[in-house]
């Protein structure tokens, strides 16, 4: 039994190393260890062909670090890779000191940065699904049950009421995050409803999301260099973009082996990036190992259900490669990639025509003559954002180039009386006519 240090932050990090590994994994986990505040004393490497059940490395290995956490005085040891409860036991014991695996450190990262109501409650709950396996580890008194005269209890052990508190407070979070997921739920009805477009940004941990969403939509989201700098979704109007009302989705970032407890408790904000009708995949352009983040990012959209929404993949941070913009297309026409840079703004117009080129589908340009009985109906136009040019003739009347959706225009057919009329007859006519032209 030892006595755990009640805080401290300097670290010896241990990083169990396979064959088909390369530097990256490792570069990453000090990077996570940073983001999270740890004072990294020494890094110590262990190369392996499988896991050992009972310290996950070697013996000899778990001597080495007990004797670098003496000499450094390190308050913890970290390990690179997710440990189960009994071999983190174990290390502990040996090392005589906290030992945190892959998944506690990042859990604990989430823990720093939420700051909404529904990031706290995501993160709670992401946390006591995963101390709920460690209950145990090196408190050998919760499995005792107390006896004796005086001394006896209701007839469960220690470890046993923990288990059933955490289940209750688990059973509590996830009754307040159905009804954060049955609130998205309603302001995604309402914005199907109106006809408004979302495009999520998606990508790996400090690919530049944020700085890219500052950029296009002149907000000021807090960005920093560092891994999960953003947790909680932010969304914002997409302005001066010609398909009417886009809101753009600021989306917490992916990191390899993302672990089961986050994507379970992050249902609620992943369902954003599910229901969006285009992705944006933004991938640092400088890093140079962004070809396995890209399809460990695919890997989680393919786990929450994403991976059938329409994506352009946005390579970011082309400034620091000198690399200059460009775009590229597939078979269909469709641009696919673009190459940008949202610190100097370089590719950031041309970014917003792809996002309207992809948003439009089929779309319905034409003239169209209103009178003042068609005011509802020439203001509905403009809300829409699909009025191009407007004239007023010798007669008094409007006179607008329209170009909207087909989806939009089969909406505006339902309005009751002239206006729908005048719709079902002038535009959603046109779509089996020619283009007419007015001279001006």
Not at 17 to 36: M, Y
Not at 147 to 152: D, E, K, Y
Not at 211 to 237: C, E, H, I, K
Not at 355 to 366: P, Q
């Amino acid at each position: 039994m030892f006595e755990r240090a009640e805080r401290g932050d300097r670290a010896v990090i241990l990083h169990p190393v396979f064959a088909g590994t390369g530097p990256e994994l490792l570069d990453e986990f000090q990077e996570l260890c940073v983001s999270a505040g740890v004072d990294i004393a020494t890094v110590i490497t262990a190369p392996r062909d499988r896991p050992d059940a009972r310290f996950f490395v070697g013996s000899g290995k778990i001597d080495e670090v007990a004797e670098e956490v003496t000499a450094t005085g390190a308050d913890l040891v970290v390990v690179s890779r997710p440990l189960s409860a009994i071999q983190e036991r174990n290390i502990e014991k040996c090392c005589q000191c906290r030992v945190l695996d892959r998944t506690t450190l990042i859990l604990d990262i989430f823990a720093q940065r939420a700051r909404s109501h529904e990031g706290k409650l995501q993160v709670e709950l992401a946390q006591l699904r995963h101390l709920s396996t460690r209950l145990v580890r090196g408190w050998t008194h919760l499995e005792r049950q107390k006896g004796g005269i005086g001394l006896r209890g209701p007839g469960e052990t220690q470890l046993e009421t923990d288990r059933r508190l955490i289940g209750q407070r688990i059973g509590y979070l996830k009754s307040r995050l159905d009804k954060v997921r049955a609130q998205r739920a309603q302001s995604r009805r309402r914005r199907e409803r109106a006809h408004v477009f979302t495009v999520a940004l998606v990508g790996y941990t400090n690919a530049g999301k944020s700085t890219l969403f500052n950029a296009l939509t002149d907000s000021n989201v807090g960005t920093q260099d560092m891994q999960f700098a953003t947790l909680d979704p932010t969304v914002r109007q997409l302005p001066n973009v010609p398909t009417g009302n886009v809101l753009l989705v600021d989306t917490v970032g992916f990191v390899s082996d993302l672990p089961h407890e986050l994507v379970a408790a992050f249902h609620a904000t992943l369902q954003e990036t599910r229901e969006a009708d285009l992705l944006l995949h933004v991938i640092d352009a400088a890093d140079p190992f962004h070809a396995q983040r890209e399809h460990e990012v695919e890997d989680v959209l393919q786990s929450v259900d994403a991976s059938n929404i329409p994506i352009v993949r946005v390579f970011n941070k082309i400034d620091l490669v000198d690399r200059p913009v460009s775009s590229r297309s597939d078979a269909a026409g469709l641009v696919t990639r673009i190459d940008v840079s949202a610190l100097n703004g370089h590719g950031l117009d041309e970014l917003k025509d792809i996002i309207a080129l992809r948003l439009k589908g089929e779309r319905i340009r034409t003239w169209v003559s209103l009178g003042s009985r068609h005011a509802r109906l020439r203001s509905q136009l403009f809300d829409l954002g699909a009025v191009e040019e407007e004239q007023v003739t010798d007669e008094g009347l409007w006179l607008l180039h329209i170009d909207l959706s087909q989806q939009d225009a089969e909406q505006l057919g339902r309005l009751p009386g002239a206006e729908g009329l005048l719709v079902r007859d002038e535009i959603l006519g046109a779509t089996d006519r020619a283009t007419r032209r007015v001279e001006s």
